[in-house]
Nanobody, 122 residues
Framework: QVQLVESGGGLVQAGGSLRLSCAAS????????MGWFRQAPGKEREFVAS????????NYDDSVKGRFTISGDNGKNTVYLQMNSLKPEDTGVYYC???????????????WGQGTQVTVSS
């Protein structure tokens, strides 16, 4: 099993920045990719970004390209999501996920954190 714990969410004004962290523990050898997803009220969970542990190849949803940056620290088993130029439509619960398949689909991830709230005010 892998346990994921997110932190760093909060309330920020439009145009501001936040950095989310996701710390993994347990059988950390069990996953190859880590990703961030978000879910706004009344909407389905959607892909934000992902990163491969080896080599660090990244993937982003078009809505966050150029504003968000995903990075990882393998020594700390931690992945980060730096979010800049935040918009009200970025509001939602942000979830960290881990799996063995690099994908934008949530069902391809085996482990999930509890989520952290990000609220962007206009």
């Amino acid at each position: 099993q892998v346990q994921l714990v997110e932190s760093g969410g909060g309330l920020v004004q439009a145009g501001g920045s936040l950095r989310l962290s996701c710390a993994a523990s347990g059988h950390t050898f069990s996953y190859i990719y880590m990703g961030w997803f978000r879910q706004a009220p009344g909407k389905e969970r959607e892909f934000v970004a992902s990163i491969a542990r080896s080599g660090g190849s990244t993937n982003y949803d078009d809505s966050v390209k150029g504003r968000f940056t995903i990075s990882g620290d393998n020594g700390k088993n931690t992945v980060y999501l730096q979010m800049n130029s935040l918009k009200p439509e970025d509001t939602g619960v942000y979830y960290c996920a881990a799996g063995i398949v690099g994908s934008t689909a949530s069902y391809n991830y085996d482990y999930w954190g509890q989520g952290t709230q990000v609220t962007v005010s206009s």
